[in-house]
């Protein structure tokens, strides 16, 4: 590894280059920015990231003839490139974006890290993201690495050695915090119905948000929960201190809490620094249907945009504006349907913010199906919790008409009467 500052690492970036950046809390500030200005130098960067935290000065419209984003999970930072045109978006769950890089369906030139200093035997750690990253470091020509003293040491597939790395950039930063925000009326009715369904010795998947810290907050009363999941935020912290979530019923990897990266505040990144309960695997093993379904129970706590009468669920657009991605919402859908007494669940506000029903008879023209209606079962919103599994289409426009707002209940019984009597 050649010590360097980051304008001189980026020396080695040239016209026409396929550029990884590191994800979530780790994206590594000081390289991007260091690349955003020797990329106006150079024509047709191609820039290859799941969702990052922080600043997206390559995505400023100006820049849109040095830069093209290709963005595999779209956050804020790089949505409005996305719906103007100045971005794409790339449709793949999440645990195949490994494979889009060790199969060279994407080729890349650069890899963008940021880790922890090198250790003793000289292994630095991929900190709260490990997600694909060990699959771009694994076949780009080039990997710099922004080497942060504030970036945690976390165990499992996140090692890197100095061998591995050829430009190595000392840069010390606080990582991107994402802070909870209060739990709504909505969102406690929420959390309350889903707690319902979720037995002791379950195994939790969950993402980021209100509604999953709802559930979280409403589980104090159980025992012996596992956590198998593409993520986990703060709100897994308590149960984790007080007992309730110990691992020990888990098939796989039983006693540790397995993710593939971790967003949160401060106190999470301090839990998971140096802590062997705690293991960061690559998406490609963590998001495998056939390694979640070992576990008992798998409860996998999803959201959506919006549902329609048969079960189809919007979960990465609104309209054919794209907002979010595919993500693992499939991957932990499928894989909770067929674990041992597994529950999938999609758990989301009866409305939008302006009052428009998430529960419609027609999904948007152009919005996309995430999860279809073949794999859904339980849907939940403040109303209560359906399973839609096993019923016609008949049945299921009832079923989900009953847990929408009242104030559209009417207009979807009209909708469903006409286009399923």
């Not at 360097?4 to 994800?23: P, W």
């Not at 779209?74 to 409005?80: F, K, L, Q, Y």
């Amino acid at each position: 590894m050649k010590w360097v500052s980051a304008e001189e690492a980026m020396l080695s970036l040239k016209t026409g280059d396929n550029v990884y950046i590191h994800s979530v809390a780790a994206a590594p500030a000081a390289l991007i920015s260091a690349m955003t200005e020797r990329g106006k130098q150079l024509e047709g960067i191609n820039v290859y990231h799941l969702h990052t935290e922080g600043a997206a000065p390559y995505a400023a419209p100006e820049l849109a003839d040095k830069f093209h984003i290709h963005a595999l999970f779209v956050g804020a930072n790089v949505r409005a490139a996305v719906q103007e045109g100045r971005a794409s978006y790339i449709p793949v769950f999440l645990s195949e974006m490994p494979i889009l890089f060790r199969e060279k369906h994407i080729t890349l030139n650069v890899a963008l890290i940021s880790v922890s200093p090198p250790d003793r035997h000289g292994y630095c750690t991929l900190g709260p993201s490990v997600d694909a990253t060990p699959a771009a470091i694994e076949m780009a020509d080039i990997v710099i690495a922004q080497i942060n003293n504030k970036m945690p040491r976390v165990q499992g597939d996140g090692f890197v050695h100095i061998d591995q790395i050829d430009f190595g950039v000392a840069h010390d930063e606080p990582l991107h915090e994402v802070v909870p925000g209060p739990i709504s009326e909505v969102e406690r009715a929420i959390g309350q119905h889903v707690t319902g369904l979720i037995e002791n010795g379950s195994t939790l998947q969950m993402g980021i948000g209100n509604i999953p810290n709802a559930v979280l907050a409403s589980l104090t009363g159980h025992k012996h929960l596992g956590v198998h999941t593409e993520m986990f935020s703060d709100g897994l912290l308590p149960l984790l201190e007080n007992g309730v979530v110990d691992n020990s019923l888990k098939r796989s990897h039983p006693g540790k809490t397995v993710a593939t990266f971790v967003m949160g505040t401060q106190k999470l990144y301090d839990y998971v620094d140096n802590n062997p309960g705690v293991v960061l695997l690559d998406c490609q093993y963590v998001n495998n249907t056939a390694i979640i379904r070992k576990n008992p129970k798998v409860v996998a706590i999803n959201s959506a945009i919006e549902v329609d009468l048969t079960g189809q669920v919007c979960a990465d657009s609104i309209g054919n504006n794209i907002y979010s991605g595919v993500g693992g919402q499939m991957d932990y859908i499928r894989a909770a349907s067929l674990s041992p007494g597994g529950k999938p669940i999609i758990a989301l506000p009866s409305t939008t913010k302006r009052g428009e029903s998430r529960i419609v008879f027609m999904l948007k023209h152009g919005a996309g199906v995430v999860t279809t209606r073949a794999h859904i079962h339980y849907v939940c919103t403040e109303y209560g919790v359906v399973n839609l599994y096993g019923k016609d289409l008949k049945e299921r426009a009832r079923l989900l008409t009953s847990i929408a707002h009242p104030d559209h209940r009417e207009a979807l019984e009209k909708s469903s009467f006409e286009a399923f009597r």
